[in-house]
T-cell receptor
């Protein structure tokens, strides 16, 4: 079974631009979550989607948005990029929405804002 | 509010010796606890979880973790460390009384195993 696939693996963007990251969950998984990883703040929850609906959202500005499609694939978008948005963005999928199932992570998208 | 603390930024162990990576947590409801490992430039790999039942849970690659409710701890252990265990380890918690998959992570512990 293929794992969680994130594309692209690396991105370099200029301040003020916008970016879209993609995540394909494990086949059959309907829950997708996004996390931001930085050296200073560690791993922080961005949002969670299940069956195309946002179920939970972290404490990030409105510049960060996401969506999930009917095939469970998810995208996150960051508009008006700032230098501080440079991070590893990780997507995770789970088979259910219940808290007792483990999340499986993709390899991440490394975003560098210059 | 939920939180996870990993009190050690780095743990150094000689190969063949036992290792412990510490984790304490705080949740309002029943805790669902997880350990993940991250190798350089990679995502997080699931190691093991505690949901309910036996306090000692066994996971991948010979790792195990002990849940202690009174001390609100979930320490990761391995009887005999390997050089290949060197990586960044994260403890995470979910509040079992709430639906949803949001994980709260600790800051991570860098494990270094020397030959």
């Amino acid at each position: 079974k293929a794992g969680v696939t994130q594309t692209p693996r690396y991105l370099i963007k200029t301040r003020g631009q916008q970016v879209t990251l993609s995540c394909s969950p494990i086949s059959g998984h309907r829950s997708v979550s996004w996390y931001q990883q930085t050296p200073g703040q560690g791993l922080q929850f961005l949002f969670e989607y299940f069956s195309e609906t946002q179920r939970n959202k972290g404490n990030f500005p409105g510049r960060f948005s996401g969506r999930q499609f009917s095939n469970s694939r998810s995208e996150m978008n960051v508009s008006t990029l700032e230098l501080g948005d440079s991070a590893l963005y990780l997507c995770a999928s789970s088979s259910t929405l219940t808290g007792n199932t483990e999340a499986f992570f993709g390899q991440g998208t490394r975003l560098t804002v210059v | 509010a939920q939180s996870v603390a990993q009190p050690e930024d780095q743990v150094n162990v000689a190969e063949g010796n036992p290792l412990t990576v510490k984790c304490t947590y705080s949740v309002s409801g029943n805790p669902y606890l997880f350990w993940y490992v991250q190798y350089p430039n990679r995502g997080l790999q699931f190691l093991l979880k505690y949901i309910t039942g036996d306090n000692l849970v066994k996971g991948s690659y010979g790792f195990e973790a002990e849940f202690n409710k009174s001390q609100t701890s979930f320490h990761l252990k391995k009887p005999s460390a390997l050089v290949s265990d060197s990586a960044l380890y994260f403890c995470a918690v979910r509040d079992g009384n709430n639906q949803g998959g949001k994980l709260i992570f600790g800051q991570g512990t860098e494990l270094s195993v020397k030959p």
